[in-house]
DNA sequence: CTCCTCATACCGACCAGACGGTATGGCGAG
DNA sequence: CTCGCCATACCGTCTGGTCGGTATGAGGAG
């Protein structure tokens, strides 16, 4: 007997497999091998392949929100609450990059349920980064002349695309890109300096 | 006998099914029967369903490409080409949404020779990109804090992620959309103008 | 301590069906 | 007759998922 969890085990064998080989392309027969298991044991902790998929998602949307949560609930200024969200959402989806390369790849495969499920959890993240560029705008920080929804696909773009680009073995730490490219959004969203 | 190609319908038909339910998700049949054609008559043309998912990918990497070119021989001031670049491969995205969308989502599953060839017609977009670039620096008008690779994964996120929001049935028109975007990317690179 | 009971964890052989791809043949044009 | 173009029937393979059964271990009764 293992004190690792057989859940664990499979769940991590699957990420990686789903992020290399894509999720339709990953039979249940492989990641049970890779994970050191058998297929009972595996639809034993989870009812379907599609479960498998979503359990994934899930452990990241819910660190990702407990996250910007605790962020916004420390308070301060519109524009220092904003740089540690984007810092934040950039370092912990370069620490997730492998969840992060199967869930924008393979999101629409799961069951309409499920897909609506996240849906709903990744509005909930939107809604709370939009509010703060509200607040910005509000407080003349943050340019008017670029529609709210463009803005806010701007910097989520970045976050995307990691996956396609970062390595972790290259040369540049997670903490500076996240700064950089943090650098790079509020620069292009802020009002211009010399108006001030 | 039709005067539209089978080949052709086929194709439309394959975006569309690939666009909405994924490329492993969808069946052959399904793609032959939406083009109201023949599986024989399918595999005539196409010798694979493989072969199949890159010729939409090879449509839309050549055109791209052609735009590209032509940019940049008609010359002109850095700042000038690279803004009619980045709304240029705005706007061909976005009459491409869906070939965009299976392009990103489904590149992984080609064959590893397929992918090889893809991924090579890529970078040659890239390095044009980044030649345009590393020219705006040399003039003094970019920045050049930030890895030139950030830069231009920072720009082609907002490509990549246009077929995540943008919708064409929605408010705002891809033109405008596309010098806003470019407006933000160009606004975020440059080195800041009170410094002259 | 022993025996019985029961629940949870797990095994692995086994489907039914869908899939991509092919073999064969019809058929109209030249 | 020949030769592209296409229709139809079919095949071998592999898939997600199931199901009857077993091992283990906790508790309750005597």
């Not at 007997?1 to 769940?11: G, I, P």
């Not at 359990?55 to 929100?65: G, W």
């Not at 301060?76 to 740089?83: K, Q, T, W």
């Amino acid at each position: 007997m293992r004190d690792t969890n057989v859940a664990d085990e499979v769940t991590r064998a699957a990420v990686d497999l789903f992020a290399t080989q894509g999720y339709a392309n990953t039979s249940v027969q492989q990641i049970v091998e890779a994970a050191g298991v058998t297929k009972g044991a595996m639809y034993h902790y989870f009812e379907s392949k599609d479960d498998l998929l979503f359990a994934i998602y899930d452990r990241m949307l819910s660190l990702q929100k407990a996250h910007l949560d605790e962020i916004i609930a420390r308070g301060g200024p519109v524009d220092e609450v904003l740089r540690a969200v984007c810092v934040d959402v950039i370092e912990t989806s370069i620490d997730f990059l492998p969840e992060g390369t199967v869930f924008f790849r393979s999101m629409h495969m799961l069951t309409a349920p499920r897909q609506q499920e996240v849906t709903r959890r990744r509005r909930a993240y939107h809604d709370e980064f939009a509010a703060l560029i509200e607040r910005g705008q509000a407080e003349g920080l943050y340019r008017t002349d670029i529609p709210r929804p463009v803005l806010i696909a701007h910097f989520f773009s970045d976050v995307h695309y990691l996956s396609h680009w970062y390595s972790p073995h290259g040369a540049e730490g997670k903490t500076l890109v996240a700064e950089q490219i943090t650098d790079l959004f509020l620069t292009s969203i802020r009002t211009t300096d010399v108006a001030s």
